[in-house]
C-alpha cells in the first residue's frame, strides 16, 4: 500500500508531501491547479522516463520519495531479499531528477539501475489515465487476469511444471546429440584425459600434505639448528638447564613441604613440570634424527607437486579441483560410451514429458474459453454503465503453433475492445481516446480485481467526457474497487469525489512574482465548500453548498452501508 508521497522543485511544485491511507482517496482542484502532476511524479518515482524541463524554475534538481507497506506483498518482500534490499516491510522509492535531465535511483537507500525501480514499481502501483497505462496493455498481465478471473490458477502452475521438466530432457537430449556429432574424437579426448588422471592418482587431501611437507623439507637446516637450540637449553646444555634448574626448585620445595604443607601442591606442579621437559626433549630428539632421514624425499615431492601443477594448469582448473574434474570426465565417457541406450530412455521421457505438458495445456485451453465468454460478457456490461454505451470488449484466445509452445501453455490471448457501436474491435493497447482508455480499465479492475496482485490503482480522470448518473456510476465503481484496493483517483467531478473516503484539495498559491502549486488534506465541512466549487463553478450559493451537503452525506450513507456489510 502507497503510504506517502514527497515531491519537491517539480514543475510547479515547490514542495508537497500527500500521506494515504486505505480505501478511495480522491485528488481535486481547478483546472491547471497541477492535480495531474502528483499522477506525474508518481510515475517517475517509479521508474519512468524523465528529461529535461521537469525541474522547477531555479532549482537544481527535482527529488520524489514514494514509502510503501509490503505487509500483504509477498512477491515483492521476496524481489527485494533476491536483489538485498528489504528491510522489514517497509520500503521506500526516491528519484533525484537532475536540471540537465540526469537522474539517480534508489530503493531504500541504496542506489540502484532506474530499471529495477520500474521493475519493483509494477509490483507496487498501476497507473491508469489520460497518458499512463502500465499493465493493461501487457499480453502478461492479461492472461493472468483471465486466469484468475476463471479460476486456473492451479492447473497453470501444473502446465509450467510439466513445460519445465519436458524442456529440461529435451535439452538433455540435444546435449547429447550435439556430442555425438563428434563422438570418435571426443571419445579420444576423454580416454586420453582420464588415463593422465589415473595415472596421477591424486587424493583429495593429497596436495595440502605435499604443500606442507615441502616447506618442512626447505626449511631443514632451520628446524634443525632450532632443534640443536632447544635442546641444549632443555637438557644438553651445562650447568643452566631447565631440566636442572626444574629438578633443583622441585627439591628445595620438598624439603620445605615438611615445614608448611601448603606448599604440596607447588612441589606437584614442578614434578608436572619436570615430566613434560623430559618428554619434550624426547620428542625433539626423534624429530630431528627424522630430519636426517631420506634426502631424496624433497625430489620426488617438488616432481610430484610440480606434475600436479602442470595437469592443473592444462585443464584450467584449480589443483584442488582435479579430483572432481576426474569424476566429472569418467562420467562424461561413461554417457557417451552409452549415448545411445541413454537417447531411447531420454526419448521415452520426453514423449512422456511432453504428452504431460500438451494434456495439462489443453485443460488450460478448454478453461480460458470458457472464462473469456464470462469474463467479456461482464466487462461489456461495465462499459455501458461507464459511458460507454454500445461497447464491446472480447478476449481473443488464438492457438499458439504446435511447434512455440510457451510455459503459460498453447494460447495467445489479447484483450479487444470496440469503444462505440460500428467500430471494429481492437486491441486495448491501442485505443486512442485516454479517457475510453480509463475507463476501460476500471471495468476490468473491477471485474478481475482479485486477479491482480497489485495493491494501489491510480485513475487519472478517468470521468473525462461524462457526467450526471454515468460520473455516478463510476464513483460507485471505484468505490467497489476501494473495497479489496487503494484507490487514488485524480478527478473534477463532484459524483466521485463524494463517494471517497478521503479527499485532498491541490490549488495554486500566486505572489505575484512566482506561483507554488499545494495539497491539503480536506475536513468535512472544506469538502462540502470543495463539491459546492466543483457543482457550480465560480459563484457558489447556498443552494449549491445544501446540494453539496447533501451529496456527501449520500456518499457517508453508501460507505456506512459498506461497512455494516
Given at each position: 500500500m502507497l503510504i506517502s508521497l514527497q515531491v519537491r522543485n517539480f514543475a510547479i511544485i515547490d514542495q508537497a508531501e500527500v500521506e494515504f491511507a486505505?480505501?478511495?482517496?480522491?485528488?481535486?482542484?481547478?483546472?491547471?491547479?497541477?492535480?495531474?502532476?502528483?499522477?506525474?511524479a508518481l510515475g517517475l518515482v517509479l521508474g519512468e522516463r524523465g528529461g529535461t524541463g521537469l525541474v522547477r524554475s531555479g532549482a537544481n534538481r527535482a527529488e520524489f520519495t514514494a514509502e510503501f507497506d509490503l505487509q500483504n506483498l509477498p512477491d515483492a518482500r521476496l524481489w527485494l531479499?533476491?536483489?538485498?534490499?528489504?528491510?522489514?516491510?517497509?520500503?521506500?522509492?526516491?528519484?533525484?531528477?537532475?536540471?540537465?535531465?540526469?537522474?539517480?535511483?534508489?530503493?531504500?537507500?541504496?542506489?540502484?539501475?532506474?530499471?529495477?525501480?520500474?521493475?519493483?514499481?509494477?509490483?507496487?502501483?498501476?497507473?491508469?489515465?489520460?497518458?499512463?497505462?502500465?499493465?493493461?496493455?501487457?499480453?502478461?498481465?492479461?492472461?493472468?487476469?483471465?486466469?484468475?478471473?476463471?479460476?486456473?490458477?492451479?492447473?497453470?502452475?501444473?502446465?509450467?511444471?510439466?513445460?519445465?521438466?519436458?524442456?529440461?530432457?529435451?535439452?538433455?537430449?540435444?546435449?547429447?546429440?550435439?556430442?555425438?556429432?563428434?563422438?570418435?574424437?571426443?571419445?579420444?579426448?576423454?580416454?586420453?584425459?582420464?588415463?593422465?588422471?589415473?595415472?596421477?592418482?591424486?587424493?583429495?587431501?593429497?596436495i595440502a600434505a605435499l604443500s606442507q611437507e615441502r616447506q618442512k623439507l626447505q626449511n631443514r637446516g632451520r628446524l634443525a639448528e632450532s632443534v640443536t637450540g632447544a635442546l641444549h637449553r632443555l637438557y644438553d646444555g651445562d650447568p643452566l638447564n631447565a631440566q636442572r634448574l626444574i629438578a633443583e626448585a622441585?627439591?628445595?620445595?620438598?624439603?620445605?613441604c615438611e615445614v608448611d604443607p601448603s606448599l604440596k601442591p607447588i612441589a606437584s606442579l614442578l614434578q608436572d613440570a619436570n615430566i613434560q621437559v623430559s618428554e619434550a626433549q624426547d620428542m625433539l630428539r626423534r624429530y630431528g634424527d627424522a630430519l636426517d632421514m631420506d634426502p631424496a624425499r624433497q625430489n620426488w615431492v617438488e616432481e610430484r607437486l610440480d606434475a600436479i601443477y602442470a595437469l592443473a594448469r592444462k585443464h584450467r582448473v584449480e589443483p584442488t579441483e582435479l579430483p572432481d574434474l576426474h569424476r566429472t570426465l569418467g562420467q562424461q565417457l561413461d554417457d557417451l560410451e552409452h549415448a545411445e541406450e541413454y537417447c531411447a530412455e531420454l526419448a521415452d521421457k520426453v514423449a512422456a514429458a511432453e504428452a504431460e505438458f500438451r494434456n495439462l495445456a489443453a485443460q488450460l485451453s478448454a478453461g480460458r474459453k470458457k472464462a473469456a465468454g464470462n469474463f467479456s460478457s461482464a466487462v461489456t456490461g461495465a462499459m455501458e454503465n461507464l459511458g460507454m454505451?454500445?461497447?464491446?470488449?472480447?478476449?481473443?484466445?488464438?492457438?499458439?503453433?504446435?511447434?512455440?509452445?510457451?510455459?503459460?501453455?498453447?494460447?495467445?490471448i489479447e484483450f479487444l475492445i470496440s469503444a462505440n457501436p460500428g467500430q471494429p474491435l481492437m486491441p486495448l493497447s491501442r485505443i486512442a481516446s485516454g479517457g475510453e482508455l480509463s475507463r476501460m480499465s476500471l471495468?476490468?479492475?473491477?471485474?478481475?480485481?482479485?486477479?491482480?496482485?497489485i495493491p494501489t490503482m491510480i485513475f487519472d480522470e478517468i470521468d473525462s467526457g461524462i457526467g450526471g448518473g454515468v460520473a455516478e456510476m463510476v464513483g460507485l465503481k471505484l468505490r467497489e474497487l476501494g473495497e479489496t484496493r487503494q484507490v487514488?483517483?485524480?478527478?473534477?467531478?463532484?459524483?466521485?469525489?463524494?463517494?471517497?473516503?478521503?479527499?485532498?484539495?491541490?490549488?495554486?498559491?500566486?505572489?505575484?512574482?512566482?506561483?507554488?502549486?499545494?495539497?491539503?488534506?480536506?475536513?468535512?465541512?472544506?469538502?462540502?465548500?470543495?463539491?459546492?466549487?466543483?457543482?457550480?463553478?465560480?459563484?457558489?450559493?447556498?443552494?449549491?453548498?445544501?446540494?453539496?451537503?447533501?451529496?456527501?452525506?449520500?456518499?457517508?450513507?453508501?460507505?456506512?452501508?459498506?461497512?455494516?456489510?
Amino acid at each position: 500500500m502507497l503510504i506517502s508521497l514527497q515531491v519537491r522543485n517539480f514543475a510547479i511544485i515547490d514542495q508537497a508531501e500527500v500521506e494515504f491511507a486505505p480505501g478511495m482517496t480522491v485528488l481535486t482542484g481547478e483546472t491547471g491547479a497541477g492535480k495531474s502532476i502528483l499522477v506525474d511524479a508518481l510515475g517517475l518515482v517509479l521508474g519512468e522516463r524523465g528529461g529535461t524541463g521537469l525541474v522547477r524554475s531555479g532549482a537544481n534538481r527535482a527529488e520524489f520519495t514514494a514509502e510503501f507497506d509490503l505487509q500483504n506483498l509477498p512477491d515483492a518482500r521476496l524481489w527485494l531479499e533476491e536483489q538485498m534490499l528489504d528491510v522489514d516491510d517497509a520500503c521506500n522509492l526516491r528519484r533525484v531528477i537532475n536540471a540537465d535531465g540526469r537522474s539517480r535511483a534508489f530503493i531504500n537507500g541504496n542506489t540502484v539501475p532506474l530499471q529495477s525501480l520500474k521493475a519493483l514499481g509494477e509490483m507496487l502501483l498501476d497507473i491508469h489515465g489520460q497518458r499512463f497505462h502500465q499493465s493493461l496493455g501487457r499480453r502478461e498481465v492479461q492472461r493472468n487476469l483471465l486466469d484468475y478471473y476463471g479460476g486456473l490458477n492451479e492447473v497453470r502452475a501444473m502446465t509450467e511444471t510439466a513445460f519445465a521438466e519436458w524442456q529440461a530432457v529435451a535439452a538433455q537430449i540435444a546435449s547429447l546429440e550435439a556430442a555425438d556429432t563428434d563422438r570418435a574424437s571426443r571419445l579420444e579426448l576423454l580416454q586420453f584425459q582420464i588415463t593422465e588422471l589415473d595415472a596421477l592418482a591424486l587424493d583429495t587431501d593429497e596436495i595440502a600434505a605435499l604443500s606442507q611437507e615441502r616447506q618442512k623439507l626447505q626449511n631443514r637446516g632451520r628446524l634443525a639448528e632450532s632443534v640443536t637450540g632447544a635442546l641444549h637449553r632443555l637438557y644438553d646444555g651445562d650447568p643452566l638447564n631447565a631440566q636442572r634448574l626444574i629438578a633443583e626448585a622441585m627439591q628445595a620445595i620438598e624439603q620445605m613441604c615438611e615445614v608448611d604443607p601448603s606448599l604440596k601442591p607447588i612441589a606437584s606442579l614442578l614434578q608436572d613440570a619436570n615430566i613434560q621437559v623430559s618428554e619434550a626433549q624426547d620428542m625433539l630428539r626423534r624429530y630431528g634424527d627424522a630430519l636426517d632421514m631420506d634426502p631424496a624425499r624433497q625430489n620426488w615431492v617438488e616432481e610430484r607437486l610440480d606434475a600436479i601443477y602442470a595437469l592443473a594448469r592444462k585443464h584450467r582448473v584449480e589443483p584442488t579441483e582435479l579430483p572432481d574434474l576426474h569424476r566429472t570426465l569418467g562420467q562424461q565417457l561413461d554417457d557417451l560410451e552409452h549415448a545411445e541406450e541413454y537417447c531411447a530412455e531420454l526419448a521415452d521421457k520426453v514423449a512422456a514429458a511432453e504428452a504431460e505438458f500438451r494434456n495439462l495445456a489443453a485443460q488450460l485451453s478448454a478453461g480460458r474459453k470458457k472464462a473469456a465468454g464470462n469474463f467479456s460478457s461482464a466487462v461489456t456490461g461495465a462499459m455501458e454503465n461507464l459511458g460507454m454505451p454500445g461497447g464491446v470488449f472480447e478476449i481473443r484466445i488464438s492457438p499458439r503453433d504446435r511447434s512455440a509452445p510457451r510455459s503459460w501453455g498453447v494460447d495467445d490471448i489479447e484483450f479487444l475492445i470496440s469503444a462505440n457501436p460500428g467500430q471494429p474491435l481492437m486491441p486495448l493497447s491501442r485505443i486512442a481516446s485516454g479517457g475510453e482508455l480509463s475507463r476501460m480499465s476500471l471495468s476490468i479492475q473491477v471485474i478481475s480485481s482479485d486477479g491482480s496482485t497489485i495493491p494501489t490503482m491510480i485513475f487519472d480522470e478517468i470521468d473525462s467526457g461524462i457526467g450526471g448518473g454515468v460520473a455516478e456510476m463510476v464513483g460507485l465503481k471505484l468505490r467497489e474497487l476501494g473495497e479489496t484496493r487503494q484507490v487514488v483517483c485524480v478527478t473534477h467531478l463532484p459524483q466521485v469525489a463524494s463517494l471517497a473516503d478521503h479527499h485532498f484539495r491541490i490549488f495554486k498559491i500566486s505572489d505575484g512574482k512566482s506561483t507554488k502549486t499545494a495539497v491539503t488534506h480536506l475536513s468535512v465541512d472544506e469538502r462540502v465548500e470543495e463539491l459546492a466549487r466543483m457543482l457550480g463553478g465560480v459563484e457558489i450559493t447556498a443552494r449549491t453548498r445544501d446540494h453539496a451537503a447533501e451529496m456527501l452525506r449520500s456518499g457517508s450513507r453508501i460507505r456506512q452501508k459498506e461497512i455494516s456489510a
